[in-house]
C-alpha cells in the first residue's frame, strides 16, 4: 500500500515557478513508477512527467518539455514537480500517483495510487 500527499500549489503570476512535493508513506517507494497528472476545469485529467523508480529516465507532456522537471529523492519517499515559465494553461488540479513498475504510463488508468491534489492557478 502506499498513500501520496501532494503538497506546494498555489497562486502565481504568469512566468513564475512552483514546486510541487508529493510525499509517500510506506517502505517501497523505490519499487514505484511516479507520474504527475493535472485536471483543468471542464477538461480531462491529462499525464504531465513521469519518472522511473531508479529515477534515471524520465518522460514528458510536450508542452511542458524545457519547463518542467520530474525528480525524486527515494530516501525521503518525494517525487518533486519544479515548474518554471508557468502560463495561465497550466491552471489545473495537480495529482501524484503511483504505478509498482519500472515503465513510464502516459494514461491514468494504470496508476493504482493518487493523491488528493493541489491546486495551480497562474494569473494572466
Not at 497562486?11 to 511516479?34: D, E, H, N, P, W
Not at 510536450?62 to 495561465?88: C, H, W
Amino acid at each position: 500500500q502506499l498513500q501520496l500527499v501532494e503538497s506546494g500549489g498555489g497562486l502565481v503570476q504568469a512566468g513564475g515557478s512552483l514546486r510541487l512535493s508529493c510525499a509517500a508513506s510506506g517502505r517501497t517507494f523505490s519499487s514505484y513508477t511516479m507520474g504527475w497528472f493535472r485536471q483543468a476545469p471542464g477538461k480531462e485529467r491529462e499525464f504531465v512527467a513521469g519518472i522511473r523508480w531508479t529515477g534515471g529516465s524520465t518522460y514528458y507532456k510536450d508542452s511542458v518539455k524545457g519547463r518542467f522537471t520530474i525528480f525524486r529523492d527515494n530516501a525521503k519517499n518525494t517525487v518533486y514537480l519544479q515548474m518554471n515559465s508557468l502560463e495561465p494553461e497550466d491552471t489545473a488540479v495537480y495529482y501524484c500517483a503511483a504505478v509498482r513498475q519500472s515503465y513510464i504510463y502516459v494514461t491514468q488508468g494504470e496508476y493504482g495510487y493518487w493523491g488528493q491534489g493541489t491546486q495551480v492557478t497562474v494569473s494572466s
